[in-house]
């Protein structure tokens, strides 16, 4: 959570915010031009790895080495010393790039074609020679995204039943790679995003690897807003999950489904994504974290590889941020239920408990006494009601499925 | 055609996974004149016998019953009737893959003195046991840190249940001590005895073979104790690696137990019963952390039980030989061949930068990391300030 950024917010009118990315590796430029903005969002990258982000403000349109310095704070300053030191130890190492593993890169979308011609464009730019690319057209209401895959050397694949996860599995059944890498259509990816994503396969515990999300732009409120508190990205340094790190319900701290790969084995084995879940059905959301969770909860790990880099294009409304934040509370706590309830996981009760203390009662609080990077009331009362109904709709789509059995 | 290897592989009682192994064996890629099978039953009692007597195999099959008297003894005696010039150990709840043999010979077709290391995988199951998961994952993780490069080579790195070398290399040294009884710590023996002798180890990962036998949570705590009782029998052969095993990390809590030996004997049996309750109710972490502490006290017990007081655990701690310093110049900065430690136990690698020493790091091993690697985050992690001057800071201005 960018305190900095939610203050800047706070501050009517909303005054969009620049996005630039800072080479760091030979040092820190004079300045950093941001034209047309008075606020700027700066990715600082340093030997080809992102080491922070910053919110600084950028009265003519360009911020001073001075201001950039000042607001490094000192997690992300130990961050870019390791790295540069890192390089200059290492520089001596011829770095052996070992053989990647076969893949396969699926893109689910549905009717957003100018997004998907940008994201088709981005990941064409980051592969080398031949790969295998689907598009799986997501109950389509006509045939402009059939249209445009023909431009491309891509698959085409169109999947009727709606729903994210139906897609992600028609994508799985039809691919060929022995990894699957998973994207959607409101990204545009980094030029080693395939190199990055896969290096982590190497070691054979991992089960699933997914990446850094950064935004792509921030022109309105609801973007910003959604970036600024928590966003998709999940920090700046590897990590590796497994069950031991976690309690295997706890999953949604693994990262999110538009930047993740799997191996395709275990997707088709555990049937990873053949639920009724996720965007498109009354679920919301939770279809990728609940494949995290299955994959956990079997002993494999997963690791967050933040150097595997895609720019996501937020909700730019403030009706759709909403709408969100309130998908992923009935998305979370459906989720949650179902461990309880089909896997018989108790830590389940423990960490819907601690999220909800932790998140929907911190929030609150923080808001009813003014706290000034608090939320909105609004958005608050909307998660409370996403998390008070979610269970409803988990037990409504339980008999609805076991009506469809019966019948 | 002629012989090219002798397959040693020792049974006690399980005639149900000789069954399986002696199907897979004839299904291997290799000419079925090029190898044979000797299989030494190590006192058993089951119908293992009648039924090598009554299996027809395309490849020629020997075997012996000897009196009960352990792993080691088995496999020496079978190498003793092997015929051909390389020998390849196989467990016998270790079933090999067709290519198996073949990729064990393919790397002693030169002739070298070198020790082939295959992989002996267990299958996870859909749904696994925590028990399951836990020994999956320890599996996986040791034969991918084999595998990096840069990494040092340990006499635990020779598991002999897939595994093969020359048959003079085998006898040279010795073959295995047969005063290991139980589980385990002769095939550590030895390979250390083929280290010395400068024996290569060569793994290689295509010689893959499925590890079947279901063990036990219970089963792993025997193995500990057992492992206790060796590595006391190893630091005494060979007091060099002394200080690199478990039993020189001892806390108070285990020097506590140690004086209270029906205490912890007590602890255990009391305690057991619990993995089970954990597992049922879904409890992991009280899980983990119960199974770790069995397993940690049980390997104490064992080391206790070979000693046999807590004043002869200090002497013998006492008498360990003194930590090697290594010394290392990152003027130039890290290659992956700049530092060769002593493989195994704790080394002390002083750091020295254009002709100053910064600091010094302590080690310990044995490595489950290329040395390289876990010198690098140690400096990265304990001196980031201070390299960070020597090497970037003077030409910028961060």
Same mark, same amino acid.
């Given at each position: ?42 990715? &600082? ?8 982000? &910053? =919110? ?15 607001? &490094? ?19 001596? =190492? ?119 999300? &950064? ?52 997707? @088709? ?66 989720? @949650? !239920? ?11 009760? !423990? ?57 | ?11 006690? +009682? ?41 299996? #027809? ?40 893959? %067709? ?130 009782? *060796? ?95 290594? #010394? ?13 430690? *002593? ?10 930068? #254009? ?14 990391? %290329? ?11 304990? +001196?980031? #300030? ?13």
């Amino acid at each position: 959570m960018s305190h900095r950024g939610n203050l800047l917010l706070k501050q009517k009118p909303f005054k969009p915010f620049g996005i630039r990315t800072v080479d760091l590796s030979e040092g820190v430029p004079d300045f950093v031009s941001v034209e047309g903005y008075e606020r700027a969002f700066l990715v &600082l990258k340093a030997c080809g790895h992102v080491v922070d982000t &910053l =919110v600084v403000e950028s009265p003519d349109g360009r911020v001073e080495a001075s201001a950039l310095i000042e607001a &490094l704070d000192a997690e992300g300053r130990r961050r870019l010393q390791k790295v540069l030191v890192r390089d200059r130890l290492l520089s001596k =190492v011829i770095d052996e790039r070992p053989a990647l593993p076969s893949y396969s890169v699926i893109v689910c979308t549905r009717d957003r074609t100018q997004d998907l011609d940008n994201c088709l464009q981005s990941i064409l730019n980051s592969t080398q020679g031949a790969c295998e690319i689907l598009v799986i057209d997501n109950d389509p209401p006509n045939d402009d995204t059939k249209d445009l895959a023909e431009h491309y050397s891509v698959k085409y694949f169109r999947e009727m039943k709606r729903g994210l996860n139906w897609a992600r599995t028609c994508g799985a059944k039809a691919a060929t790679g022995d990894i699957l890498i998973y994207t959607d259509d409101d990204v545009v990816v980094d030029a080693e995003w395939i190199n990055n994503i896969l290096r982590p396969f190497k070691a054979p515990r991992v089960a699933a690897v997914t990446g850094l999300t &950064l935004p792509v732009e921030l022109e309105s409120h609801a973007q910003s807003f959604f970036e600024f508190y928590g966003g998709h990205g999940r920090g700046f340094e590897r990590k590796f999950f497994d069950y031991t790190v976690i309690p295997a319900c706890a999953a949604g701290l693994v990262g999110s489904g538009a930047n993740m790969a799997i191996r395709r084995e275990l997707v @088709l084995k555990h049937k990873l994504f053949e639920q009724e879940l996720d965007a498109g059905t009354r679920t919301l959301s939770g279809g990728d974290t609940y494949a995290y969770y299955q994959l956990l909860d079997a002993g494999h790990q997963i690791v967050y590889e933040p150097d595997a880099l895609v720019w996501h294009r937020h909700r730019r409304d403030d009706a759709s941020l909403v709408h969100m934040l309130y998908g992923y509370s009935v998305g979370g706590f459906a989720l @949650l !239920m179902r461990c309880l309830f089909e896997h018989k996981d108790p830590e389940a009760l !423990m960490v819907g408990l601690q999220w909800f203390k932790q998140h929907h009662i911190k929030q609150l609080w923080r808001s009813l006494r003014h706290k000034p990077d608090a939320m909105p009331l609004s958005m608050i009362l909307k998660e409370w009601l996403g998390a008070i109904l979610s269970p409803w709709i988990y037990m409504h789509n339980r008999c609805l499925a076991a009506m469809r059995d019966k019948r | 055609m002629s012989l090219l290897c002798s397959v040693v592989i020792p049974t006690h +009682n399980r005639s149900d996974c000789l069954q399986k192994m002696l199907k897979a064996l004839s299904r291997q890629t290799l000419a079925k004149g090029q190898f044979e099978v000797i299989v030494v039953m190590d006192g058993c009692t089951d119908n293992s016998e009648e039924l090598l007597k009554q299996t #027809q195999t395309d490849f020629h099959l020997e075997y012996v019953l000897q009196q009960q008297a352990g792993q080691a003894r088995a496999r020496n005696v079978g190498v003793q009737l092997a015929h051909a010039d390389v020998i390849v150990f196989l467990d016998d709840d270790v079933i090999p893959e %067709p290519e198996c043999l073949e990729h064990h010979l393919r790397n002693h077709s030169a002739g070298n003195s070198i020790a082939v290391l295959g992989q002996a995988h267990i299958a996870l199951p859909l749904h696994p046991s925590l028990y399951q998961k836990v020994v999956w994952a320890w599996w996986e993780d040791r034969y991918h840190e084999m595998q990096q490069p840069g990494r040092i080579v340990s006499y635990r790195d020779f598991c002999v249940g897939n595994a093969s070398l020359l048959k003079n290399d085998f006898i040279s040294v010795g073959g295995f001590d047969e005063s290991f009884a139980g589980y385990g710590g002769e095939d550590f023996d030895l390979g250390y005895r083929l280290l010395k002798k400068g024996v290569v180890f060569h793994f290689e990962d295509k010689a893959v073979a499925w590890h079947y036998h279901e063990t036990s949570p219970y089963q792993v705590l025997k193995n500990m104790y057992q492992e206790g009782m *060796h590595d006391v029998i190893l630091a005494t052969k060979y007091p060099e690696i002394r200080r690199g095993l478990r039993l020189m990390q001892h806390t108070q809590a285990i020097d506590f137990l140690m004086q209270k030996p029906l205490l912890a004997k007590g602890l255990i049996i009391g305690l057991k019963p619990f993995l089970f309750i954990y597992e049922a109710l879904g409890f992991r972490r009280l899980w983990r952390n119960l199974f770790g502490k069995l397993r940690h006290c049980s390997y104490w017990q064992g080391v206790y039980q070979q000693l046999g007081s807590f004043k002869a655990y200090q002497q013998f701690c006492e008498a360990a030989p003194p930590i090697p310093v290594i #010394q290392l110049d990152l003027t130039h900065g890290f290659s992956t061949e700049a530092i060769s430690i *002593h493989g195994d136990g704790p080394n002390r690698i002083d750091v020295w930068f #254009q002709g100053k020493q910064i600091t010094s790091v302590t080690l310990n091993g044995p490595m489950d990391v %290329p040395v390289n690697t876990a010198v690098l985050e140690l400096l990265l992690e304990q +001196n980031l #300030q201070l390299l960070y001057q020597l090497l970037v800071s003077r030409q910028e201005n961060v």
